[in-house]
């Protein structure tokens, strides 16, 4: 058990401090994902909580979910197995339920290795994962190059919404100054699985890093890194008015240049129309990690909080809270040569509540991004660790707490 009583300062116009207790309690519970298990990915639609990762064995990779009931994880359920998956620790599979009860899940299918060329799946199951629908694609480009990255949303009208990072603009063509650039691009199906949209929402933006994506109380938005034509890769988010995507629009200006992908990307959590995106950065040659609120569906966006007390590897998530105005944040905290799950609560007016740590973990990639979710007053979080495994071998964790009123 995990127990923190958690002083959340907010600080005054005259500069003084108020604090004021909020306490949270973490337990560790028995996680339902096997040996070799890894990318965890957690799900919350009105249809419910769903974790969802990968097992290995041999040279087969499996998707398993499970879900959150009253007396903890169901019995994990198969969506789809292959032998010839692409498998990253950044671009996760996942899978998700409508409210109508329907299962989606999507995966990656590994086309050329060598150029890591692969397309995104998807499928899904009207029985509960008894029985899946044949594998499709929600891009028809042919191109053999990156197609991944994926956010799947639930629109009204039992409908689904798919994001992903498309590569088909990427090899550079000398008759073509606008080729050689990664694409964010957006499809959307019915309620009968006929796809309705094949839209693109921006035409250049980082390589890398996971997109995120919700619906708020004007229409879906997604938030993902953008890249400038000078390098500089700042987090931006696109609204979807009517059938087109919005200019992006910056979430805060870090003027972070770089010269390649970090594999980074942000979180995004919505009600109505109060939206928080928590994203990283480095500044000053430190990692950092920040959130920033808006209060009108993502026009215009706050000063950002940040996250971290010392230094950060990102890997962020955040879940909004009741209010609208504060949230829940976490991250994965880089001090004195180890690394840390840690959580806590923010505000948007720059209160910070003293950081809960979750866990500690592998700052290398293998142990991927730590994720967290909120339905009513649960708070479900599920990272990958090798734990007392003598190989190191990773393997799911989960841990649930209860928030307070």
Partial sequence: MLVAALALVTVSCGGGSEPAEWTMTLDRVASPAGAASSEPQITVARGGVVLSWVERVGKTTSLKFAERTGSGWSTPVTAAAGDNWFLSYADVPSVMRLENGTLVAQWLENIDPVRESYNLLLSY???SGKTWARPFMPHHDGTETQHGF???LELPGNALAVIWLDGRNSEFLDNDPASGTMTLRSAAYDAGWKQMADLEIDHKVCECCSTTA?????GAITAYRDRSDDEVRDIAVSRLEGTKWTEPV?????NWRIDFCPVNGPALSVRGRDIVVAWFTVKNEVGQAYAAFSKDGGHTWGMPVRLDDGGSLGRVDVELLDDGASAIASWVEYAQGASEVRIRRIDRLGARSAPITVAGV????ASGF???ARRGNELVLAWSDSGPSEDGQLQVQTAVGQLPD
């Fill in 150 to 152: 994926a956010s799947l």
């Fill in 362 to 365: 592998s700052g290398g990639r």
């Fill in 250 to 254: 910056p979430v805060a200006r870090d």
């Fill in 370 to 372: 730590p994720r967290m």
């Fill in 125 to 127: 199951s009207t029985d």
């Fill in 214 to 218: 919700a619906v708020a109380q004007d």
